[in-house]
């Protein structure tokens, strides 16, 4: 069984919207540090938001005042709200996830153990 699931992913026009979901099943959810990572082609996969269990979240460049990286515990999934997508936003999106905080490198892939299988974006000029 996968422990981390996206969807939501899809082609939109810039300027559009699109809010993807990861539900996790591992547990407990509360002890999660996640994150989002994109990876476009013939690129290296790059951190874009993270949360951890007490729900400050930290933000690639890129994302800050556009994206909007969210969890509800209830549900134990992790939002990502995309907003204002650019063509340069054109990625497979993986949700990633450790237990434990990260001391150092919270959008550094080498600190998650568990990802999902990815969701594309496509956003088109």
């Known amino acids: 069984q996968a422990q981390l699931v996206e969807s939501g992913g899809g082609s939109v026009q810039a300027g559009g919207s699109l809010r993807l979901s990861c539900a996790a099943s591992?547990?407990?959810?509360?002890?999660?540090?996640m994150a989002w990572f994109r990876q476009a082609p013939g690129t290296e996969r790059e951190g874009v938001a993270a949360i951890v269990n007490d729900g400050i979240p930290t933000y690639a460049d890129s994302a800050k005042g556009r994206f909007t990286v969210f969890r509800d515990s209830s549900k134990e999934t992790l939002y990502l709200q995309m907003n204002s997508l650019k063509a340069e936003d054109t990625a497979v999106y993986y949700c990633?996830?450790?237990?434990?905080?990260?001391?150092?490198?919270?959008?550094?892939?080498?600190?998650?153990?568990?990802w999902g299988q990815g969701t594309r974006v496509t956003v088109s000029s």
């Open positions: 990633a996830a450790r237990f434990m905080a990260v001391a150092n490198g919270i959008l550094d892939s080498a600190n998650y153990p568990y």
């Open positions: 591992l547990r407990p959810f509360t002890m999660l540090t």
